[in-house]
C-alpha cells in the first residue's frame, strides 16, 4: 500500500511539474517571423486554433498555457510580429501586455496634404503584412473637414509633419486627428512666441508664411533669415516674389521647370503679381519654419539666393542680390 501511494504521489509530482512547465513549450517560430493578428473579442480558443494552424504550438498546449497563466480575458488585440525563438508562454506574454507591432508613418516636413494622402493610401506590403490603415478610414479630401469636424475650409499646412507610430489596420483618420492636434498646438505655441512688431495678424498668416520658408529651404540655420527676409518685405509692402508660391498655384501643370511666363502668369498664388500673403499655406511647415514665421532675427536683408550647396547667401538691396545671383547662379565671378 505504502509503495503504491509512493508511486501515485511521485505521477502526482511529475505531472504537476509538467503542467507548471507547460509555458516554457517552445513555440515553432517560422525563420522569416510570424505575423499574428487578434482581432477585438477574439476568444483564446480562436487564438490557440490560429497558432496550431500555423505549426506554432499544438491548440492544447495553448489553451493549458493560457490557463496556467489566467490569459483568458487579458488577450489584446494587435498586430504582432513574432520573429526570435520564443516559448508559448512568452508569446502570451506578449499579447497580454498589448506588445503589438507597430508601423512608423513618417510625413516630411514640407510635404503637401496630396503627399500626404498618397502616405495614407499606399497598399500592403509586397511581402505580405497587414495594410497600414483600414480600407475605408481614409476619409475623401472633399469630406476632411467634416471628418475631423473641422470649420477651417482649407487644411492644406494644418497637419504636423512628423514620424507617428500606428498599429497596422488602425483608423487612418485616427492619424489625421492627431496630426491636426499636433499642428494646432504646435501653432498656439509659436503665436504666443511671436515678435511684438510682426506683420502678421493671425495664427493663420503665420502658418502660411511658416509653410513658405519650409518650401524655400531645407536648412535648418537659414530658416531664421528666410523668415527675416519675408518680414522685413512683408512690412514696407514689398511683394513676396516666392518661387514656392507658383509653383503650388500650377498645380498638376508644373513639370518641374519654372518658366518666365509661370512668374508673369497671374493666380491667386503668384506672389510676383499680387501683394501680401497667398491665400492659404502651401505645405505643411515643421517646427523651425513656424518659429522663424513669428519670430525672426532682426535684419536689414531683402533679398538671398540659393549657393548651391544648400546655403543661402543674403542681400539687403537688389544690387548687392544680383551680384550674388551672377555669382552662384550664374557662375560669374
Do not use: C
Not at 512608423?104 to 494622402?117: I, M, P, Q
Amino acid at each position: 500500500m505504502k509503495k503504491l501511494f509512493t508511486a501515485v504521489f511521485t505521477l502526482a509530482l511529475f505531472a504537476a511539474a509538467g503542467w507548471f512547465a507547460l509555458p516554457l513549450w517552445p513555440a515553432a517560430i517560422p525563420s522569416d517571423g510570424l505575423n499574428l493578428s487578434v482581432r477585438q473579442g477574439s476568444s483564446l480558443s480562436r487564438l490557440a486554433a490560429d497558432l496550431d494552424k500555423t505549426g506554432v504550438a499544438p491548440s492544447w498546449v495553448v489553451q493549458a498555457v493560457a490557463r496556467i497563466r489566467g490569459s483568458a480575458r487579458r488577450l489584446r488585440a494587435g498586430e504582432y510580429l513574432f520573429d526570435t525563438p520564443q516559448s508559448v508562454g512568452e508569446v502570451l506574454a506578449s499579447i497580454e501586455a498589448g506588445n503589438a507591432r507597430q508601423l512608423a508613418v513618417t510625413v516630411v516636413e514640407g510635404s503637401r496634404l496630396s503627399d500626404l494622402y498618397a502616405v495614407l493610401s499606399a497598399p500592403a506590403p509586397a511581402g505580405g503584412g497587414a495594410a497600414t490603415f483600414a480600407a475605408g478610414s481614409v476619409p475623401e479630401r472633399a469630406k476632411l473637414a467634416e471628418a475631423l469636424k473641422s470649420d477651417a475650409k482649407e487644411l492644406e499646412g494644418f497637419f504636423f509633419p512628423d514620424t507617428y507610430f500606428v498599429a497596422p489596420g488602425s483608423s487612418a483618420t485616427a492619424l489625421l486627428r492627431l496630426m491636426n492636434k499636433r499642428m494646432k498646438e504646435e501653432l498656439d505655441k509659436a503665436w504666443a512666441q511671436r515678435a511684438p512688431n510682426t506683420p502678421l495678424k493671425s495664427p493663420y498668416e503665420a502658418l502660411i508664411l511658416a509653410s513658405i520658408i519650409e518650401k524655400e529651404t531645407g536648412r535648418d540655420a537659414d530658416r531664421p533669415l528666410v523668415g527675416s527676409v519675408f518680414t522685413n518685405r512683408l512690412r514696407i509692402g514689398m511683394r513676396m516674389q516666392t518661387d514656392p508660391t507658383v509653383i503650388y498655384g500650377l498645380g498638376e501643370k508644373f513639370d518641374g521647370n519654372l518658366r518666365k511666363v509661370d512668374l508673369q502668369t497671374d493666380t491667386p498664388y503668384n506672389t510676383y503679381t499680387r501683394n501680401g500673403l497667398p491665400p492659404t499655406p502651401i505645405a505643411l511647415p515643421g517646427r523651425a519654419s513656424l518659429r522663424a514665421a513669428v519670430a525672426p532675427p532682426p535684419s536689414e536683408f531683402l533679398y538671398f539666393v540659393a549657393r548651391g550647396d544648400g546655403t543661402s547667401e543674403f542681400s539687403k538691396n537688389l544690387a548687392e542680390h544680383n551680384r550674388a545671383v551672377a555669382k552662384y547662379q550664374l557662375g560669374q565671378k
